[in-house]
């Protein structure tokens, strides 16, 4: 599905088009957008070239793939490659699908031109942030509704005993004259296979979540949801029963790149894509105002910081020590892991898991990134209703982004509250001065007419 008949490292890599390919920005139509945008792994877009439209198609497109007409030119992909079934009709853009539909996709241009946005506040992300979103942040940061996360990887491999498993490799290489490997036959049966593994291997993990996800960098050095990849913590149990490793989460070389002198845990949360989308994007606060988003942990992760104490669901004091003597562990102690599993960095910058690690480009929110998130998401409970027409609108889409109105310091921010409080005293006490004066003309008015009518 994902493959542009290229071998690569990763599936991701081969992953070429974009958001913006055919939904085009607030601002561009997607031919008005230069080659890269949104796959730009760190390079500089001429934003003054756009990549336009073409009427040719690849070699492969016209021998195996239904041809349509080009109509104004078939769209491009971010990499330059032509889409045989998208194609250009003026400023609209139309999908024909293999199932013989046709169906215009809604471009964000038109629908900025013509003001029909279904949400009016959280059209402006789109429209006045342009610059600062749509450059840094996958649409998909925002649009994903929510993303699957399975945190934790307890991996137990138990020697002990008779235990054995089945050797997978083996049994696949296993071929048989029907055709049949040894794990294709479906009668019930374990397979059959030449090589048997010793020790029996299991795994579980340490909970679910289906919720707005941690946010890092991809590997494109774009914004986008993280989940975990592999939180690999690992138990063995010896063939006489002792345990050998409880446990245990392992770490890469001392002072290898990201590892400080102990090494990096080897815990990964991977950058992804959660096909989640949604028309209805993410609340502005559930990024600039969240810990867990920002990656410092569900709450700064403190529900979960007694992993290497191990944790009880018990009876406890006061002062937070069991009351019973019978109490058993519900999570068993974790050496090494001393903050929660969906915590990529400390508020100190210290990173305490992997993201993304065969990715030059991804790691976690840069501390400037992380700060002025937050510094946002302040603003953010009692700026966030800014109705479109009213003059604060106004004012911001003149200055062309809302950062350029932000106050450096709390000094500034104060002074600016102190103005506004000022002058909104000041416009109550001139408007209850007129509606006074309104009402003793009035009351006067009506007793004149009174003694006038009597």
């Known amino acids: 599905m994902h493959g542009n008949g290229n071998i690569t490292g990763t599936l991701l890599a081969n992953v070429e088009i974009e958001c913006s390919d055919c939904h085009g920005t607030a601002t561009l139509y997607p031919w008005e957008l ?41 769209l491009l992909t971010t990499r330059g490659n032509p889409f045989g079934n998208v194609v250009r009709e003026g400023d609209k853009v139309v999908v024909h699908s293999a199932s ?41 940061g925002c649009h994903s509704a929510w993303a699957p996360q399975c945190y934790g990887c307890h991996v137990k491999v138990d020697f002990s005993g008779d235990k054995r498993a089945t050797d997978w490799v083996a049994a696949g290489n296993t071929h048989f004259p029907d055709g049949h490997t040894a794990e294709s036959i479906r009668d019930g049966k374990p397979p059959v296979a030449p090589g048997v593994a010793f020790g ?84 502005c606060t559930s990024c600039h105002a969240t810990s867990k988003a920002l990656g410092y942990g569900t ?69 400037d990134q992380r700060d002025h998130m937050e510094r946002i998401g302040v603003c953010l409970s009692c700026h966030k209703d800014v109705p479109d027409g009213a003059f604060a609108y106004r004012v911001v889409s003149k200055a062309g982004s809302v950062l350029e109105l932000i106050p450096k310091t709390d000094e500034e921010h104060q002074k600016l509250i102190g103005r506004a409080l000022y002058m909104a005293a000041n416009i109550e006490v001139l408007g209850g001065i007129v509606i006074a004066t309104i009402v003793v003309v009035l009351g006067i008015y009506f007793v004149f007419r009174r003694k006038k009518t009597s």
């Open 34 to 74: 230069p080659l890269g945008w949104g796959d730009e792994f760190g390079n500089e877009l001429d934003m003054n070239k756009p990549r336009g439209v073409t009427k040719e198609l690849l070699e492969n497109q016209t021998k195996y793939a239904t041809q349509y007409p080009p109509q104004d030119g078939y």
């Open 100 to 140: 013989g539909l046709d169906f215009e996709v809604p471009a964000l241009k038109t629908i900025n031109l013509q003001d029909k946005w279904q949400n009016k506040n959280a059209a402006l992300a789109a429209k006045i942030r342009t610059p600062e979103h749509l450059q840094k942040i996958e649409c998909y």
């Open 200 to 283: 029996k291997t299991s795994e579980n993990r340490s909970y679910l979540r289906w919720e707005n996800p941690v946010l890092g960098i991809n590997g494109e050095g774009r914004v986008s949801p993280i989940v975990p990849g592999c939180q690999q913590i690992t138990t063995v149990i010896a063939p006489d029963g002792e345990m050998l490793i409880h446990n245990k989460i392992w770490r890469t070389p001392p002072n290898t790149e990201g590892g400080g002198a102990k090494g990096q845990r080897g815990i990964d949360m991977a950058p992804a894509a959660p096909h989640t989308t949604a028309r209805q994007a993410r609340e």
């Open 299 to 367: 709450h700064d992760g403190r529900y979960l910081r007694q992993y290497t104490g191990g944790i009880y669901v018990d009876i406890m004091n006061e002062k937070g020590q069991l009351v019973t003597k019978t109490a058993k562990y519900q999570i068993s102690p974790i050496p090494d892991l001393p903050m929660d599993l969906d915590q990529v960095v400390t508020r100190e910058g210290e990173q305490v898991q992997s993201v993304g690690q065969h990715w030059p480009l991804s790691g976690p929110l840069t501390k």
